[in-house]
Structures are given as structure tokens and as C-alpha cells.
T-cell receptor, first 115, second 113 residues
Framework: AQSVSQHNHHVILSEAASLELGCNYS??????LFWYVQYPGQHLQLLLK????DPLVKGIKGFEAEFIKSKFSFNLRKPSVQWSDTAEYFC?????????????WGAGTKLIIKP | KAGVTQTPRYLIKTRGQQVTLSCSPI?????VSWYQQTPGQGLQFLFE???????NKGNFPGRFSGRQFSNSRSEMNVSTLELGDSALYLC????????????FGSGTRLTVV
């Protein structure tokens, strides 16, 4: 069965630090990839998505992610985090060609930015 | 434009009862998906409805059911509630061009006692 792994469950950084959150999936075929974010007290929001084309995807609020097919990875990055980036981040994968068109979610990474 | 609206926001039910949750999608979105979110299991897919038809279903028991109306509003029902059904139930809508580019609602927090 397809699965999505987010290796870091909790990350604590200081403001202005660089961020990279890992996401790996297990599926050998074509995938659509997503990062969602849940700010404290708010609903889940789409941060960025990859369907095809340029493997470097830019999203909202200065976030970007790179799809590396050979590594089955879609890591989220931000060069300089802010206190307002404190949130929980979820990676999700849709395995194209899978007859059960589910979006498979990672367990989430809680990011805390120290001011 | 209005977001995805879920009602009620909070519910407390007793074991064995049933519950119905409601979701109104963004105008123009015909796909509605339901998820269960718990600290231990994370986000688990329940089902997806599109044009009043269940298009996809997760691995939940038959006690969990749903439906969609002609105006795309959706309801999910859980019968014979168990303590383990306590969770945040999220509804997400999308248009068919970007099927998983979800817009989520704030959720319904269900507590079963």
C-alpha cells in the first residue's frame, strides 16, 4: 500500500533560520504531490502542489518544494522562517493510476518558531 | 467568496447514538471529501462525493455513511457511536480540475462519551 513519511514530527527553529521538512512516499508510478499547512486555530490550507513540469514548485508565503523522483521525495523548504510560520505541515500524495483515488497523508510535522 | 462551512462545530454524543454532520462546499465546487483527524491516526480519508454520487471510499466500517445533495451540500452520518469515533471530522471541497486542491472547513469536533 502507498504510504507517506514525514520523518520529523516536531521541529523547533529560531526566526530567520532556514527550513527543510522531509516528505517521502512509496509509489513507483506517477504522483501528484501536495503540502498543506494548519496554523494554530485555523483550518488546513493548501501551501503548494506539484502535478507535472518544473520539479521546483513555489507556493504561498515564500515556501517552495522540490520533487526528486529518484528519491521519492517532495521536501518543503523556506530560506528564512518567521514566527508566523509556526504551524503543522502535512505532506500528501495522490498516486495516479491507482484505482482508489485517495489522497494519502503524512503524519504531519509540528513546526515551532522561537521569536 | 464564502469558505467551506461545517456544522455544528462541536458535538457531544453518547455511545450507541448516531450523529449527522453537515458540510456546505464553496460555490461551484462539486466534489466534497470527508476526513477523520485524530492525534494518533492523523488524517484518514472517509469518502468523496461528486455530483451526488460516492466516487471514492476509505477503509471505515459501514457505520460511517454519507450523501450529497443536488446543491453539492454533503452530510455524513455515523451510527452506533463508539468511543473511538471521537475525532475532528473535516470536510474539503474542490473543483474537478484540481481534484485534490482542497479547501477545508474548520471541522466538527465530535466527542463520544
Amino acid at each position: 500500500a502507498q504510504s507517506v513519511s514525514q520523518h520529523n514530527h516536531h521541529v523547533i527553529l529560531s526566526e530567520a533560520a532556514s527550513l527543510e521538512l522531509g516528505c517521502n512516499y512509496s509509489y513507483g508510478g506517477t504522483v501528484n504531490l501536495f503540502w498543506y499547512v494548519q496554523y494554530p486555530g485555523q483550518h488546513l490550507q493548501l501551501l503548494l502542489k506539484y502535478f507535472s513540469g518544473d520539479p521546483l514548485v513555489k507556493g504561498i508565503k515564500g515556501f517552495e518544494a522540490e520533487f526528486i523522483k529518484s528519491k521519492f521525495s517532495f521536501n518543503l523548504r523556506k530560506p528564512s522562517v518567521q514566527w508566523s510560520d509556526t504551524a503543522e505541515y502535512f505532506c500528501a500524495v495522490n498516486a495516479m493510476g491507482n484505482s482508489n483515488y485517495q489522497l494519502i497523508w503524512g503524519a504531519g510535522t509540528k513546526l515551532i518558531i522561537k521569536p | 467568496k464564502a469558505g467551506v462551512t461545517q456544522t455544528p462545530r462541536y458535538l457531544i454524543k453518547t455511545r450507541g447514538q448516531q450523529v449527522t454532520l453537515s458540510c456546505s462546499p464553496i460555490s461551484g465546487h462539486r466534489s466534497v471529501s470527508w476526513y477523520q483527524q485524530t492525534p494518533g491516526q492523523g488524517l484518514q480519508f472517509l469518502f468523496e462525493y461528486f455530483s451526488e454520487t460516492q466516487r471514492n471510499k476509505g477503509n471505515f466500517p459501514g457505520r460511517f455513511s454519507g450523501r450529497q445533495f443536488s446543491n453539492s451540500r454533503s452530510e455524513m452520518n455515523v451510527s452506533t457511536l463508539e468511543l473511538g469515533d471521537s475525532a475532528l471530522y473535516l470536510c474539503a471541497s474542490s473543483n474537478d480540475r484540481e481534484r485534490y486542491g482542497y479547501t477545508f472547513g474548520s471541522g466538527t469536533r465530535l466527542t463520544v462519551v
